[in-house]
């Protein structure tokens, strides 16, 4: 068994979890009024190993916007079409040491790394191009529905409108890395956009995002389905780059502190993978400074105190 005395792990987890629920601080994402009504005080946390034991406590039913934690699948979605060769021709795989949507790109003229948006733009423009905009969407749906385990995942339109709606950075890093011809030739950039607005739109709860956490840590193949997303060739690079760059600036220090590939959105949403024994989805919607869940950072540090989960506790 991935994690022998199951029941007492859950306890420790229900421990932190309502050690955690006292935690205000911190602010709702509110650059658009739909994150911003979210009520701040949800609070859920699932684990799923990899052979499939599961525990659940809080808010685990409430269904929440993916928004960055859509990038590493859809770069991993890229990866099993083109292979790393193609994909890197286009994204590098370098922390930026910059905001998540800062209007810059590397010596190249490309995005630093698929993790922070122009590079979550780019990966976009590289899924199933030739099919149409609604297939295109349906493929990355039924991917996260895989991911889940099975279950249908959803999607909030009124989320997806109003990012449309506010999205001169979003445009702005379309155009700057179009003027560098950093896309693939023949790149729909609106459709490419409304794509990557659409991704971060899919409506997931923690216990779909726990098992698909779950499916990184076990290679690609979902614990609870057997079903194999994603070759260990793309999870492992998909993870590397969560490593180094998937908790936006704090990427550095949370390598440093927690030692785990994980990936953070500004809905509050966190998925933490510990290869080769679970994954952890957290979600909880407000938000430090760098725009990573409060109570998920702050979870992810006891839960490393307690357990030797960091990369390099093996040593
Ligand atoms: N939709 C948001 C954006 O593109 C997602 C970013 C995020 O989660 N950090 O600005």
Partial sequence: LAIPDFSSFTADITGIYESLLPERRGEVADYIPQLKRVPPEQFAIVVCTVDGQRFSIGDSSVGFCVQSVCKPVNYSLTLEE?????????????????????LSLNGDGLPHNPMINSGAIMSCSLIKPDLDIADRFDYVAATWQRLSGGRPVGFNNAVYLSERQTADRNFALGYFMREHKAFP????????????????????????????????????VVPLSNDRVFSTGSVQKCLSLMSSCGMYDYSGEFAFTIGLPAKSGVSGALMVVIPK???????????????????GIEFCRQLVEKYNFHMYDSL
């Fill in 82 to 102: 083109h292979g790393a060769e193609v994909v890197h021709r286009h994204v590098g795989r370098e922390p930026s040491g910059r905001g998540f949507n800062e």
């Fill in 185 to 220: 030739q023949d790149t729909d950039l609106v459709e490419t956009l409304e794509f990557y607005f659409q991704c971060c739109s899919i409506e997931l709860h923690a216990g779909a995002l726990a098992s698909a956490a779950a499916t990184l840590a076990n290679g690609g």
């Fill in 277 to 295: 024994v679970m994954g952890i989805a957290i979600w909880s919607p407000r938000l430090d400074g760098h725009g990573n869940s409060v109570r």
